[in-house]
């Protein structure tokens, strides 16, 4: 943990510490949701070849089930929410630096 100059300083660094947490948290779940969808498709190659159906056809109607449409909407949502926490825990982390340059106080 870094030494603050100040407490708006430290406040504003837990504040990016806090955001960059649940960003992480946000991306665990898009990979959680991007591995269903990979476990799913070679699910259904398999399934489809038991069943004389070619890879291709396997994989068309593998991306036309709710399951794959709701693995990859899950996906995208949680890596944009991802990206809009790790902006916003850039920007408090910028704000800290900033602080620390322009602090005369310790605390």
Sequence with gaps: MPRFHNEEERAAWMLAESLAETARAMMKQAETALETWRVGKELNRVLCARRGISASDAEIRW???????????DNSFHVTLATMY??????????????????????
Excluded at 63 to 73: D, F, G, I, P, Y
Excluded at 96 to 107: C, F, I, K, P, T
């Design 86 to 107: 790790f902006g916003a825990a850039a920007a408090h982390y910028s704000r800290a630096q900033y602080l620390r340059s322009h602090g005369e106080a310790r605390v």
């Design 63 to 73: 991306s036309e089930t709710a399951k794959a449409k709701n693995a990859l909407t």
